[in-house]
Each structure stands twice: as C-alpha cells, then as structure tokens.
C-alpha cells in the first residue's frame, strides 16, 4: 500500500530531499532498491509518470539483476494506464509467485476491469493461513477498488475483531464506509483516529475530504487547515481548499489560492480554469475569455478540458450578445469532443466547472455512475443545459450536430422545437414537434410547460403553444 502517512514521515522528505538534489545537480548518488521503489511510489501517487519513469531508470542502473525491476515496472505501466504491457510482464515472471506479484495481478485485472478474476486472487490471498497485516491491509485496499465495498467491509470487520488496535484495519474501514456513502460512521472514525494521532496529516485530509463530498465546505476548509498547520507544504490541502472557497462563493478568496497554483504549475489546466471562473463570477468576463482561451489552446485539442473552456467561451460570448464567435465556439468544441464527455452530465452554475477525481462530490459521482451514458446523452444534457440558461442559438447547434441518425430522436427533436419558438422560427418546427409528439416525448410538453396529453394532435399541440 503506498503509504501517504510514510510520504509525509521526516524520514521520507529527507529520501526525497537528497534524490531530488542528486537528480537536480546529475550527482551520481547511491539508493538503495528500496528507496527507490518508495521513490516511484511516491511520484507514482503524486500523479507524475515521467518522475516515476526517471526513479525506474536509475534504479536499472543501479541495480541491473533486482528482480523488483520487474514489480517497478509493472507498477509504472499501471501508472501509465498500459495495464495490458503490465500483464504481460507479470506472466514474465516465474511461478510461485509471492503476495507481492499476486497483488500486482488482482491490481492489474483491475484496471483491465476483469473484475471477477482480480477478485479470485485477492480472496486467495486473504485466506492464507500465516498471512502478513500488510498483505492483508493492501489486498483489502485492492478489493474495494474493484467494487466490493460490501464484502471489504465484511472481511475488514472481521479483521477488526481479531485485531482492534490495528489502525490499517479502522483505516480500511473508514473506506469502505465512504464508498457505501455512510459518512457519519466514517467521520466518527477518523475523529477517534486523529483523537490518537493528532498529527496525522493523513487523517485530517481524509476527514476534511468527506465533509468536502457532502458539500460541508466550511468544515472541509477547517480539516484542511489543520492539515496544513503540521505540513504548509502539502499542496493538495492547499488546492482543496481553493474548491471549497470557489464553491461558497468566496471568489476573491479561491483565486489567490489559483493564482499561486497556476504560476508554480502553469502547465496545469486545473488552476487557470478555476482562476477564469472567477474572473467571471465577479463580472471581469474579457478576462474570463481571455483564461479559457488560454485553457484550450494549451490542452489537448480533444480533451475534456479544452472542451469545457470552448463551451464556457461560447456561453460568455452569447451572454455578451456576440453569436458569431458564440457558433464557432460551440462548433469547436463539438467537433473536436473528447470521447468521455460524462462531465457535461453535471450541472451548476452557468459555466462548466472543471472536475476531476479530487473535487467530485457524492451528488456528483451520483450522477456520473449511475448508468453508463452514450454520447447521444451527454450532448443532450449540454443542450439542456444551455436551454436552461436561455442560450437558444448555441444549444440549437448542439442538437442538429447531436441528433442520432437512426433510433428515438423524440427529445433532441423536444429541444430543437423549444429552441426554434423561442427564437421565433415557428414555421420551421412543425417535423420536430410531429417526431417529439410520435416519440411520446414527455419533454415536449416540460418545456413548453403543459400537461402532458398522449392525443393531442399536432395541430392542437402548436395552438396551445401560441395562446
């Protein structure tokens, strides 16, 4: 388990600080193997491949006949998501294989989603009659991220029963518990683990996070600033509390926390997204244009990111009455989509607000996974979207580009027919209203707020709609 209460131990800042200084200055500096895999592991949990990838060459040179040169690059490809390449540097490995290589398999068929065999592996293991707690605790780890909250909770309670001083075990429950979204239960115990360990950064991080989830923002921002009374340091603590300010609209206050993010990572999209956000929320919209212009130009053409900043830039121009760069906007982001666009599923405010697996909130994570949504879908939620705020135009371009060629296009055809009587074509709707009506589109009706009548004809339908 890659241990983020080690991470922050004195004993791995001081690893750290001297492989750091050694890389920076190209001394040639000894580590031992296992600092170096608890280097990857921490580059690795810190979201930096190339960092992890630089750790795994120095340790090849250094150390040409380990065999945890295998287990490391097994754990970077995973980091890589190229869980393929690491299966097959897995079955490289000659049988028995130890708990190690067993973990790294359940974690690999994980993300290779073959859920039901990563799920055989771990049981094996935790049936294992002389087996380690850390063994224990990482397979327990591996079994919630596979789904099986339930039944971790089930072993882990067992555990607890047997060993009810072993932290690992209460941590593991805390998990499971916010996976099942129980966070009552969950905070009780992380309130009674800080109670023991007041100084554990970890624990203030997970309790300030679960307020965070059930939108208790101001609570959050308190753990948060506990966590950073021990370690001024950590900069999550510091970006976390940067969304919790955003999200109650204290602007002022969440862009100088952006602001110095951004200019410490000005290849982050996070940061500079957020920072335009609240350019506009306090009436600076040239310079919210201006930031999500920015945004989009130094993303990926096809990622979520210059996506969303394309929309935002759409939605502004149209607020600000200027159509023909609201089209293009809108044009662009549609045409250059990326393929998960379960983002645009969210709403808040007017614009879209930038997520990641960080600042997701239950209600959010709620709507994002309850089914698996087509594209169809999504783009008829940004339609909706922009409907809701009155932006007929762009929300009308969205849907021609969206509608599917074939299956049930009755509430694409709902939409467009709205969005053609507000801006006063209504002797271009009748089809559309005819498909929605033939669909049985009850948004039909929601929109052009009437009691839904399965009957009524198109006709009656359009004469409603003018009276």
């Avoid at 890589?80 to 190690?100: F, N, Q, S, Y």
């Avoid at 990482?138 to 991220?145: G, P, R």
Wanted: net charge negative; charged share 25%.
């Amino acid at each position: 388990m890659d241990n983020k209460g080690y991470f922050d131990s004195p004993e791995f800042r001081e690893l750290l600080q001297r492989y750091e200084q050694a890389a920076e200055s190209g001394a040639c500096s000894y580590f031992a193997m296992e600092e170096l895999r608890d280097l990857e592991a921490y580059y690795i949990f810190q979201d930096s491949p190339l960092m992890a990838e630089d750790v795994f060459e120095l340790a090849k040179r250094l150390h040409p006949d380990s065999p945890d040169l295998i287990k490391m690059e097994v754990k970077l490809s995973l980091s890589k998501d190229e869980p393929e390449v690491a299966l097959v540097l897995l079955e490289g490995i000659a049988t028995p294989h130890d708990d190690e290589t067993n973990l790294l398999f359940a974690e690999t068929f994980i993300a290779l989603k073959d859920y039901r065999e990563a799920h055989d592996i771990i049981i094996d293991l935790l049936n294992q009659p002389k087996i380690t707690k850390d063994t224990a605790c990482d397979a327990l780890e591996l079994l919630l991220d596979g789904g099986f909250a339930q039944e971790a909770l089930r072993i882990t309670e067992y555990a607890l029963q047997e060993n009810p001083h072993e932290k690992c075990f209460w941590e593991i429950k805390a998990e499971c518990l916010i996976e099942l979204q129980n966070t009552n239960a969950a905070i009780n115990i992380y309130n009674k683990l800080i109670d023991s360990d007041p100084y554990s950064t970890f624990y203030w991080e997970q309790l300030a996070h679960i307020y965070y989830m059930v939108n208790k923002y101001g609570r959050a921002i308190e753990c948060f600033e506990y966590e950073l009374a021990i370690g001024e340091e950590i900069e999550y603590a510091n970006m976390m509390q940067g969304y919790c300010y955003y999200f109650l609209h204290n602007y002022g206050k969440a862009q100088g926390i952006f602001a110095q993010l951004a200019q410490k990572y000005p290849s982050s999209a996070m940061p500079r997204f957020y920072i335009a956000l609240c350019q506009y929320a306090t009436g600076e919209r040239e310079k919210a244009l201006k930031g999500f212009e920015d945004v989009a130009h130094t993303c990926d053409n096809d990622s979520i990111e210059a996506m969303l900043a394309r929309i935002n830039r759409a939605i502004i121009m149209s607020k600000m009455g200027n159509s023909e760069g609201a089209a293009g906007a809108i044009s662009l982001a549609l045409v250059m989509h990326p393929e998960q666009m379960k983002q645009l599923l969210i709403d808040g405010g007017e614009l879209y607000e930038l997520r990641d697996k960080e600042n997701l909130t239950f209600k959010e994570m709620n709507i994002i996974d309850i089914k698996e949504w087509s594209q169809e879908e999504e783009l008829l939620a940004l339609a909706r979207h922009l409907i809701k705020y009155k932006h007929w135009r762009i929300a009308k371009s969205v849907l021609l580009y969206a509608r599917p060629d074939d299956g049930d296009t009755a509430d694409f055809d709902a939409c467009i027919a709205y969005t053609m009587h507000n801006e006063g074509e209504e002797s271009d709707m009748r089809p559309y209203i005819e498909s929605a009506l033939n669909g049985k589109s009850d948004l039909l009706f929601e929109l052009f707020g009437l009691i839904y009548d399965a009957d009524i004809s198109c006709d009656e339908f359009i004469a409603s709609i003018k009276k």
